[in-house]
């Protein structure tokens, strides 16, 4: 059974970077793409960023986050991480990762908190 | 950006009655390549993540009770509980996938009336 784990403090303070992990078991993290995605009371759903680990890490990201945000892979502990830098307030809200790069997503992580506040 | 509207905001149906839920998008999301509606249906309760019901606006996912069903092209969506169970409870999104930035209704939260 394929299960998605993320991972990473759940306060940061204004204008640092928010780092996440995202831990895949159950299959190999060369089998698919790897997205974030967030939830927040204002903004909603939030597709983030995903990846393909073929090529260097095949990446695409939303445009409205691109100069913050980057994500990687590291094939030889099955995970992928995401690092969102400067950031505020607005940032607040539970992140996700998933199973799925420019599809639907058919498997999610139960999701991580993060509370930017100083 | 492709706009995901859903409606209604908030819908109740009685148990065992039917409950519809519309999703519309700004530009069409049919991608004329392979002829398939780019927009997925999830379901999200409360603590949980959202949980993937429906593909391709009409596949459902394997597991998913058959009283789920989409329906629609191009723009307009609906997905259809045939008969509400209380465990049906929750919030349901729509999603394209046709183009970047991939992108979320509102959300649509259905009770039991």
């Known amino acids: 059974q394929v299960q998605l784990q993320e991972s990473g403090p759940g306060l940061v303070k204004p204008s640092e970077t928010l780092s996440l992990t995202c831990t895949v078991s159950?299959?190999?993290?060369?089998?698919?793409?790897w997205s974030w995605i967030r939830q927040s009371p204002g903004k909603g759903l939030e597709w983030i960023a995903y990846?393909?680990?073929?090529?260097?890490?095949?990446?695409n990201y939303n445009p409205s986050l691109k100069s913050r945000v980057s994500i990687s892979i590291d094939t030889s502990k099955n995970q992928f991480s995401l690092n969102l830098t400067s950031v505020t307030a607005a940032d607040t809200a539970v992140y996700y990762c998933?199973?799925?790069?420019?599809?639907?997503?058919?498997?999610w992580g139960q999701g991580i908190l993060v509370t930017v506040s100083s | 950006d492709i706009v995901m509207t859903q409606s209604p905001d908030s819908l109740a149906v009685s148990l065992g009655e039917r409950a519809t839920i519309n999703c519309k998008s700004s530009?069409?999301?049919?991608?004329?390549?392979?002829?398939?509606?780019?927009l997925a249906w999830y379901q999200q309760k409360p603590g949980q993540p959202p949980k993937l019901l429906i593909y391709?606006?009409?596949t459902r996912e394997s597991g998913v009770p058959d009283r789920f069903s989409g329906s629609g092209s191009g723009t307009d969506f609906t997905l259809t509980i045939s008969s509400l169970q209380a465990e049906d409870v929750a919030v349901y999104y729509c999603q394209q996938f046709y183009s970047t930035p991939y992108t979320f209704g509102q959300g649509t939260k259905l009770e039991i009336k």
């Open positions: 990846i393909y680990y073929r090529g260097r890490g095949s990446t």
């Open positions: 530009q069409s999301v049919l991608y004329s390549s392979n002829n398939k509606n780019h």
């Open positions: 159950g299959d190999s993290i060369r089998s698919d793409y």
């Open positions: 391709w606006a009409s």
């Open positions: 998933a199973r799925g790069g420019s599809s639907y997503y058919g498997l």
